[in-house]
C-alpha cells in the first residue's frame, strides 16, 4: 500500500502574514502611479522584472530546480507576440482588435511545449549539471533566433503598430504600467495558490529529498515538470508585456544570459523559497540600481555588485529570510 504525503500543518500567523504582506505590497504598487507619475518606465520594467522573477521561483525555489536559461523562454513569449502582432502576417479570419492577445496566448502555448521537452531532456539532471544544462539550451534558442529570418536575425525585431482594443493605447505608458501590475498580481496570486495546495506541498518535499519524496507516492519527475511548464507560461506571458515596452528588440539583449542571471538574482535576493521574495527582490534591487546609477555614476555597478554579495553572505535565505527570522525572534521573546 502507498503512503500519501499528509500536509503539515501551518500557524495561522504565519498564513495570514503572508496574505497580509501581499495584500500591502499590492496597495504599493497600485497607488504608484497616482504619485509617481512621471517614473512610469521605471515602475513599468520594475513590476515586469518582480513577475519574472516570481515566475522563474516556481521552478527555481519551490521545485528547487536552478535555471539559467529562462531568458529564452522570456524570448519566446517576446517573439511570438511581435510576429503574429503584425497584421500582414495574420490570416484574415484573425485579424481583429484583440489579434495581440492572439500572440500572447500563442507564445505560452509555444513556451510550455518547449519547457515539457526541456524538462523531459535535462531533469535526469541535478545540481550544477541541471543549471548548466539550462545555459546550453538557451544558447541553441538565442543562435536559431539570431541566424533565423523570420526572427528578424540579429537585427531583432520592431513592435508594428497595434490597434486598440477597447480603446487602449497598448504602446501608452499607464496602460503598460496596469498590463505590468496585472501580470504581477496574476503571478502573486499562482504563487499564493501553490503554496496552499497540495502541489506546493509536493514541490517541497522533491526539493529537499527527491529520494524521500518518492518513497511518499509522489513522482518527482512529474512535478518538476509541471512547474517547470507554469514557470514557462507565465515566464512568456511576461515576455508579450516586455516586447510591448522595449518596441524593438533584438537576440543580443533579450536572450542573453545576463538577463537569465539577473532573474534569478532577483528571487534568490528577495528569498527564493517564499511568496513575496522575489517581488521584495527585484523592488529593493531596482530602487538600489536606480539611486546608484544617479548618484555614483560611473561606480555604480561596483557597488550594486558589492550589494548582492553582501546580501548573498549575510542573508542567504534573502531578505524575505532575514525578516522571517526577526519576526521568529520577536514572536518567540513575547
Known sequence: ?????????????????NVWLSVI???????????????????????????????????????????????????????TMTLLATPERLPPFLASPLAPWWGALVGMVIAVAVAAVWGWLTFRLQGSYFALSTIAVALVIRLIAINSNWTGGAEGLFMPDLPKPFGFDLFDRQVEYWLAFGFVVLTLVITHFIRRSRMGYALQAVREDEDGARALGIDPARMKLLAFMLSAALMALGGSLYALYLQAFEPHTILELPLSIQIALLAIIGGRTTIQGPLIGALVLSIFGEVFRNVFSNANLLIYGVLILLVTLFAPNGIMGLFQRASSKLGTAR
Open 1 to 17: 500500500m502507498t503512503a500519501v504525503a499528509t500536509p503539515p500543518a501551518r500557524p495561522r500567523a504565519l498564513t495570514f502574514g
Open 25 to 79: 505590497l499590492v496597495a504599493i504598487m497600485f497607488i504608484y502611479p497616482f504619485f509617481f507619475g512621471k517614473t512610469l518606465n521605471f515602475g513599468i520594467s520594475t513590476l515586469l522584472f518582480a513577475g519574472f522573477a516570481m515566475s522563474w521561483n516556481i521552478l527555481g525555489g519551490w521545485a528547487g530546480q536552478t535555471s539559467l536559461g529562462h531568458a529564452a523562454l522570456l524570448g519566446i513569449g517576446a517573439y
